[in-house]
Every structure is written in C-alpha cells, then in structure tokens.
C-alpha cells in the first residue's frame, strides 16, 4: 500500500491526524483508565481526538506527572524507535482516541522521510513542554494543573453556561486525576473560592460559579 503524500502533510498534527484517518482504528477510554504504560511493547501510535489525559514517569516509587495533553495531540511518539512506550498515559476524563497499528507507521517510515521528520519535531515538542512544565514554580503549576483538570470535569458532567452550577465534586476524585493528595488540592481550591470562583461544602466542590474561568483560560 503507498502512503505518499505531499511534503507539507506533515507540517502539523492535525494534518497529519487528517491523512491518517483512513488507517485509523477508533477507541474509547474512561476515565482514570490507561490508554498504554510505561514499559509496555510499542503497538502504535494514538490521536487523542477527545478529552483530556497526563503524561506520567516511573520513577520506582510512584508515577511522576510530566504533562498534560489535550485534543489533537499525538500519543506514543517517543516509543517508534524504542519499540517500547517510554511513559504512560492516563486519561482525566472520558477520552477518545485514533489507534493507527504499528505495523501501519512502520511502512509509512519507510516510504515517507518526511514522517520521521515530523515524529522527531513533535517529539522534541513534547520534551520541551515537560522541561519548561519542571522549571514553573510549584503551587502556580499545581494551581494550572487543578483548573484544567477542573476544565475537563465540567466538560464530564457536560455544565456548558456560565451560571452558577449547583452538584457535587468529591475533591478525593478531583485529587486521585491531578495525582496528588486531597490536602493540596483543599489548599488550592480554597484559593479559586476566594477569588469567586467556586463554594467548596465539607469535602466537596458544591457549586462553579463561573465555568468560563476554566474552559477559556486554562
């Protein structure tokens, strides 16, 4: 089968994620569900085409959380010349995904030079938005983090105004996807309330205020 196609196809994801459809094999995950983990065989690549997951790093003791990807992003990059994936994703929220088989990108290698140049500039993408994401200061990071998590929640329960929305968040659940303790995540979310944001009711978000706060800033 060819898979030539013009030079410029590979400038960007979404052209790529375009021309790839035709190869591609659709598939759901839940939330808090693995699409692929560290260490696991190399099977193919994945077109994050819905919801909202994070990248983490073994690092023997627990995972570490490296980034957070979003629609249109290209899943498994860094496994192609390992044969292996390097990290694990983890969706946030009720993802889908385009599975293109390995043996797929393994003929489109070999007939294309311009796909490798494009698997190795999304990849080094990829590694300079987890070392600008190391450098940020902690609590202004945890503090982007938790509201995008927040972004994809409200995506969740599918509140799409921008009125005070009244139900119940448990923050143990909001904690368990930012993968860090309950206690950080009060710490923060007590911040977001004084700013108006939200009402937090024992141990739990009862009410977003302003749902435009995180689905148009973070």
């Known amino acids: 089968m060819s898979y030539y196609c013009p030079n410029y ?42 919801g909202f997951a994070c990248v983490l790093k073994n690092n023997k003791k627990s995972n570490i959380l490296i980034d957070f990807v979003h629609e249109g992003s290209v899943l498994g990059i860094d496994g192609v010349q390992q044969n292996r994936y390097l990290h694990s994703v983890k969706a946030l929220s009720t ?19 311009n796909f490798n ?40 329960y599918k509140i799409t105004n921008n009125t005070p929305i009244q139900f119940v968040m448990p923050i143990e659940e909001i904690a368990n996807r930012l993968l860090t303790s309950s206690e950080v995540v009060v710490r923060i979310l007590e911040d977001f309330q004084r700013d108006g944001v939200l009402q937090l009711l024992g141990n739990n978000v009862k009410k977003i205020n302003n749902t435009d706060f995180f689905t148009s800033r973070f």
């Open 9 to 50: 196809i590979f400038m960007t994801t979404y052209s790529l994620a375009k021309w790839l459809q035709p190869f591609m094999i659709s598939q759901r995950f839940e939330a808090l569900e693995y699409i692929y983990q560290e260490g696991n065989a190399f099977e193919g690549l994945f077109l994050l085409q819905k």
């Open 95 to 113: 993802i889908e995904v385009g599975f293109v088989k390995k043996n797929i990108i393994e003929d489109i290698r070999k007939q294309e030079a």
């Open 117 to 156: 140049l494009f698997l190795i500039q999304a990849l080094c993408e990829q590694v300079g938005r987890a070392n600008q994401k190391s450098v940020v200061e902690k609590h202004k990071s945890l503090k982007t983090d938790l509201a995008q998590v927040l972004r994809a929640m409200i995506i969740d």
